[in-house]
Every structure is written in structure tokens, then in C-alpha cells.
């Protein structure tokens, strides 16, 4: 009976349903048709759907909830690839009705429940066979939250108020990726990969880790809070040569490095200012080795320093790996250390996506 009642339902909104799509790219989205204004600094997510309000000489007026304005105005091509093929800029990948509601059915069980799947053992990843060639994503979190500020892990505590928290003045824990960039999804099954592409993290199974490491896990990763951990597993763990366990227990001793280097200091004590690659890299030379600067590259955008990306090779310990990982070209050289909150001065430069 709930599921007739479910279908009933879904099927009645659908006849008043509105075309829903997911951009190619990562486009801004503008308050007006002359793309003069783009206010908080929006930029598509191209894992996300979109309602599409209607189409307008080369533009789509689009829906984006939590924004204001929530309508904003982006160049069709934003939501199809062109092939010189005469296609209908929204119809080329337009959510269909249809599919929408396959989707329901599978969600209520009828071919298929991932209810079932509450857990995952990952012991057969664990190979023995660690991978020698990686990039440590590291975020400034304060930089990640100017245009995240409705994500959980975003939203200040009370108690913030009075005492600051850990990852306003710690880089934090964005991922482990094994190398070369498309060693992705190894051995994991397609329907998680759907949900991972959907990003329906919450949606995907639990993985088995200590209780131990879930709690240094959420300290140093803040987007554990929405399920980040299972994304970072599913994609790139699945490949590292271990369980989900060891490959945390090693992502976090790598971040606890930084944490307690001269690097993280130098970021503190800037927080606020412009800071070079250049001066960044003297930092790691000073904490791990000479050299060992010339393995990290800054992720910025809109001016914002938004990541650091270290390439680790081989070894035991943290400073030999940086040592035999690979020189990287960074193409930001320079850029603001964010801090924590939302100010008018840092909401005007925007934010970046993961």
C-alpha cells in the first residue's frame, strides 16, 4: 500500500515537474542576462541537477536553492557539449521524468534495496602492494566554506564563538590519491560508483573503521561530518593497496606532519595576508628537507588559497617520501590565507568546489 501511495504521489508531481539538468562544466551563474553581477561568487556543480526555468537567446534561467538570488542565468553551453549536430541545448541532458522515477523504485526497494549493503568489508583491497606514487590533498577549510556555508561541516558551533575551532587554523584532510589521476574506482562496484557520481555518500555503505580512527578521521577531516570519507574511499582508497582502515590511519599521520610543522605555523601567522608559493616551499624545505618544496603546488581561486597538493613517493617516512616524490608545477603562485568566517571582503572573492 506506502509503495502505491509512493508511486501515486511521484507520478502526480511529475505532470507539473520542470526540466532538471547537470552542467558539463563548472560555469558562474549570474543575477542578469548580462552576466554583469554574480553575487556570493556561484559557480555550477557538475555533480549536481539543476531546474532549468526556461531558455532564453543562448541562456538558461536557472533554480539554485539557498542562493539570493535563487534564479541566475548561465550560457546554455553550460549544460551541453557542442558536436555541430543540431540538438536542443537542454534536451542533450535533461533528467527525464522516466528516469526519475526508476530511480524511486529502485529507492523503495522494488529492484533492489541498499539498505542491505549497511557495511563493507574493504580487506580485499588489501593487497600488500601500497601504492608508491601519491598526491595529499590538503584544504584551508576557512577558503572551502566562502561558497559551502549550508554544508554541515561549515556550520559554526556555539560554542566557536569563544573558543576557535581545530580546522580554522589547520589544514585539513581533503584526500589521499594514488597516482596517475585517472587510478580511480578499483575493483568497486558500478551501482556505488552511480551513487558516488551522485554523490549519495550517505546512501553508501558504512566502512569498517576503529573507533579510534573515526575520531581522529572527523578532527582532521571536516567533511566527515557529510560522508566526504566514503567519497575519498570508494575513488581513490579502493586503489591505495589497503583497507579503508590502514589508508586512513596513513592519510591522517600525513596531515598530523603538517599540522605540526613550521608550515602550518607560517599560515597562522598569515592568516589574513597574501603569502607566495615561493615562501611555502621555504617553509617545507626548513620542516622536511631541502627540496621537498619543490614537491607542493597551491590550489587557489578567486584569489583564495584553497588547497595544497603534495606528491609523496616511496619510502617509511613522511620527509623521504617527499623527498622521492615527483617535482610538480604549480600553476598559482601567490594568493590569501582565509579566515574563518563570512566576511564581505572574503565573500567577494568566492570560494571553489571539491
Known sequence: MTRVW???????????ARSTAIPTQECEAFNNMK??????HVVLDTTKKYTILKHHKGQDLILISGEQPAQRWVNDTCFYKSSGANVSPVASSVVRIDDEIDNALKRIGITGNTKKYKNINSKKYNNNKISQNNILA????????ETHRYKKECKRRLLSILKSEYYEKHFVLH?????????????VERKYITMDRYKRWNKMPELKLSRETKERLSRVMPGFASNLHKHEWYKHGSCYG??????????????DQISASKVNDFFVKHIGKRVTLKQIRDQFDSSFGTGSGKRVALQCRNGLITELWIHLG?????????????QIHSRCQRGLVDRAGFTKETNQKGGFGR
Do not use: V
Not at 590538503?138 to 566554506?145: E, G, R
Not at 616511496?314 to 615527483?326: A, D, T, V, W, Y
Open 6 to 16: 509512493f508511486l501515486s504521489l511521484l507520478l502526480t508531481l511529475s505532470l507539473s
Open 35 to 40: 552576466h554583469t553581477r554574480n553575487t556570493h
Open 138 to 145: 590538503l584544504s584551508w577549510h576557512n577558503a572551502f566554506c
Open 175 to 187: 584526500g589521499l590519491w594514488p597516482q596517475p589521476k585517472n587510478r580511480t574506482y578499483c575493483h
Open 242 to 255: 589497503t583497507d579503508a582502515e590502514q589508508y586512513y590511519k596513513n592519510a591522517i599521520d600525513f596531515t
Open 314 to 326: 616511496s619510502g617509511n617516512i613522511f620527509s623521504q617520501m617527499l623527498k622521492n616524490g615527483k
